[in-house]
């Protein structure tokens, strides 16, 4: 079974991909922490539709993170912005880093900054 946090940065990536009733049960799912009787109540249908609405659904996203590697790229960025950061923070404090190269890599983190998911 998919951890729910996996699921959700993986529905907040490629939920369009998902059908309307995918979408709905999914986030009830794992976005709401919603039971399948739960959903089923709630969307008028069965427990076992509900169950293949989600299992559908993690195939679609996750072959969709293999196709893309949205997710995967987005946390490499993350990574590499963070890794910026201290590197940048740690030259302003030494003072011995070139003003132009500071300038540059403050640029860098902005432009890293503004990417959106």
């Known amino acids: 079974m998919k951890h729910h946090f996996e699921a959700s ?3 907040d990536f490629y939920k369009s991909l998902l059908t309307e009733k995918q979408r709905e049960a999914y ?3 794992y976005n709401d922490d919603f039971t399948m ?3 089923a109540e709630e969307t008028g249908t069965t427990r076992q539709a509900v169950s293949l609405l989600i299992k559908a659904s993690n195939k679609r996203l996750e072959k ?3 196709d893309l590697k949205m997710v995967s790229n987005y946390y490499k960025m993350e990574n590499w ?5 201290t590197f940048y923070n ?3 404090k030494r003072n011995d880093c070139p003003d132009d190269v500071k300038n540059e890599l403050f640029a860098l983190i902005s432009d890293l900054e503004s ?3």
Request: proline share 0%; hydrophobic share 40%.
């Open 64 to 66: 969709a993170e293999s």
């Open 9 to 11: 940065v993986l529905y």
């Open 81 to 85: 912005k963070e890794d910026f950061q």
């Open 90 to 92: 740690k030259a302003i």
């Open 37 to 39: 009787e739960e959903i």
């Open 115 to 117: 990417i959106e998911r």
């Open 27 to 29: 986030d009830l799912y």
